[in-house]
């Protein structure tokens, strides 16, 4: 498959997590489900993302190309996590990735909003 971008292939890549990382997709939680009805094939401004991306040791949930963001939804499993992710937030930082943020319970009960606000994100906004 031909890919929109240069930066989907130049970013780091384990192949170890390539199992795990098509494991995760086809577990998929909720509200990553739920996100990615929303931002798949093009539906977020003709943006192309992809769910459970490998970028060096990690996994992310979403992650867009054309605009060097990685999409994260943070639940409870990352309460126990806040060293580990403020090391993965650095190291995606260092590879020019801008990080979205967005929270489990926001995307269960308020979607439209989540969608809302990314919609109106600066870094997703078509210039």
């Known amino acids: 498959m031909k890919r929109a971008s240069k930066n989907f ?5 384990n192949p170890n ?7 995760m997709r086809k577990a998929g939680n909720l509200s990553e489900v739920l996100l990615w009805q929303q931002i798949k094939s093009g539906q977020l401004y003709g943006l192309d993302f992809d769910r459970q991306k490998i970028i060096g040791n990690y996994i992310v949930d979403f992650y867009c190309s054309q605009k060097s963001i990685v999409i994260e939804i943070d639940g409870e499993s990352h309460n126990e996590k806040f060293e580990y992710d403020i090391k993965r937030k650095e190291y995606l930082r260092s590879l020019g990735l801008e990080i979205i943020q967005l929270l489990d319970i926001d995307i269960k009960k308020n979607l439209d909003d989540v969608m809302t606000y990314l919609r109106e994100h600066e870094a997703l906004r078509l210039k």
């Open 9 to 13: 292939y130049s970013l780091p890549y």
């Open 17 to 23: 997590l390539k199992q795990h990382a098509k494991e």
